[in-house]
């Protein structure tokens, strides 16, 4: 019975429990006209020596397009043509794996007539579309062990940041055009955690209520 109350006393002087938390870290990559790469680094996960258990990781990209569309019909008769102004943002680790993309696209559609003799992206067979902009977010996260691993540890990991035009024109069976694109992107890496603490001794007067209840099993004992 003794040894029962030791135990109980023992259990109410400490106690275990964890906190879940978060990082978040985060760059911004300038406008630059496409196609373009810039490398990034950001601290790994550290686990303070083994007191924090990291759950997940998660890449985030908030990227934006700007520029312009020119577009010409040299077809003998009207047409439609549809234009789209977009670019592939790609956040990749060192090891040249794809973390998470977004693809901001902004599109313009022309009714353009039989083609009016000059190619000068106006009149009525072109046309020229200024100072559009797009944006899109995306963000992917992750759980498996392979990528927490790399992700653990002391020091930075490297990214690579790809920014590949991808604007096209469809419709007319000629059609001249040019397209003109910048991007940038705002990336964030977030760590989301648990933090485990053990051994918290619980307050003094639960260690004493511990105390009076083995010395009153002990004169118990001495009385039988």
Excluded: W
């Amino acid at each position: 019975m003794l040894k029962k109350l030791l135990c109980g006393a023992t259990l109410l002087c400490a106690a275990t429990f964890s906190l879940a938390g978060t990082i978040t870290l985060n760059d911004t990559v300038s406008l630059q006209t496409t196609n373009f790469q810039t490398a990034l680094s950001f601290a790994k996960f550290d686990t303070m020596g083994g007191t924090r258990v990291l759950d997940s990781v998660s890449f985030s990209i908030d990227g934006s397009i700007f520029g312009t569309i020119e577009v010409e019909s040299r077809d003998a008769s009207a047409t439609v043509i549809s234009t789209k102004l977009e670019a592939q943002l790609t956040l990749t680790d060192e090891l040249m794996n794809t973390l998470v993309v977004t693809i901001p696209s902004i599109e313009r559609i022309l009714n353009a007539s039989a083609f009016d003799g000059t190619v000068d992206f106006g009149g009525s067979s072109g046309a020229t579309y200024d100072d559009l902009m797009a944006s899109q977010f995306n963000i992917e996260t992750y759980t498996d062990a392979a990528t927490l691993a790399m992700f653990t540890g002391m020091g930075d990991a490297d990214f690579t940041f790809d920014a590949a035009a991808a604007s096209i024109a469809t419709g007319a069976g000629s059609i001249t055009s040019q397209f003109n694109t910048s991007a940038s992107g705002f990336v964030e890496v977030i760590y989301t955690y648990t933090d485990v603490v053990t051994n918290v001794s619980a307050p003094s007067h639960v260690a004493f209520l511990g105390l009076g209840i083995l010395a009153f099993a002990g004169l118990r004992k001495v009385r039988k």
